[in-house]
């Protein structure tokens, strides 16, 4: 069974603080992985994607992978109220299909 | 900007009925899916679609569900007989072709109560 593991939170932090969140997976021919924001009752909303080893900026939001160590993670800066919500790792080994971790709670305090 | 419409936005049926969730993808994206979510529970990918044909499907697709695609631009998800267990949200996505990363789109998601 091909796992994404994330800590479930919630992760509180103040506004203006740097979020930080993590996820594992299991899968070595994991090929690809994404992060998505899901607000209560809402759809996923992909925030950005990563396939290459090391760091990708994109806005507030950076993402960085560590195949080796099967892990990925996303670092948001300058938090905001609006970035409370829950994130979604999501990984593609071989084929379409997307394997989603659990979610990370995030609660951003004014 | 381009998004993937679902109707209906929640539907409640009967234990034993048959649903159909309907979804317009991306008018240019070739690759398509069906996803759920459980109240609380992670989101579980059910099947995907490329050039008319199931490409993929995961154990939850069993012989109750079927995808269709009827015409240029629907994706349909069929239910035959609803469980209580079926209650979810279901979320159709789509993806471009040539992309290698092939990120998907979410539409805003089908409530469905089974009661």
């Known amino acids: 069974q091909k796992e994404v593991e994330q800590n479930s939170g919630p992760l509180s932090v103040p506004e203006g603080a740097i979020a930080s969140l993590n996820c594992t997976y299991s899968?070595?021919?994991?090929?690809?992985f994404f992060w998505y924001r899901q607000y209560s009752g809402k759809s996923p909303e992909l925030i950005m994607f990563?396939?290459?080893?090391g760091d990708k900026e994109d806005g507030r939001f950076t993402a960085q992978l560590n195949k080796a160590s099967q892990y990925v993670s996303l670092l948001i800066r300058d938090s905001q109220p609006s970035d409370s919500a829950t994130y979604l790792c999501a990984v593609r080994a071989a084929g379409n299909k997307l394997t989603f971790g659990g979610g990370t709670r995030v609660l951003v305090k004014p | 900007e381009p998004e993937v419409t679902q109707t209906p936005s929640h539907q409640v049926t009967q234990m034993g009925q048959e649903v159909i969730l309907r979804c317009v993808p991306i008018s240019n994206h070739l690759y398509f899916y069906w996803y759920r979510q459980i109240l609380g529970q992670k989101v579980e990918f059910l099947v995907s679609f490329y050039n008319n044909e199931i490409s993929e499907k995961s154990e939850i697709f069993d012989d109750q569900f079927s995808v269709e695609r009827p015409d240029g631009s629907n994706f349909t998800l069929k239910i035959r007989s609803t469980k209580l267990e079926d209650s979810a949200m279901y979320f159709c996505?789509?993806?471009?072709?040539?992309?290698?990363?092939?990120?998907?789109?979410f539409g805003e998601g089908s409530r469905l109560t089974v009661l």
């Open positions: 899968d070595r021919g994991s090929q690809s």
């Open positions: 996505a789509s993806s471009p072709e040539g992309s290698g990363v092939r990120e998907l789109f």
């Open positions: 990563i396939y290459s080893n």
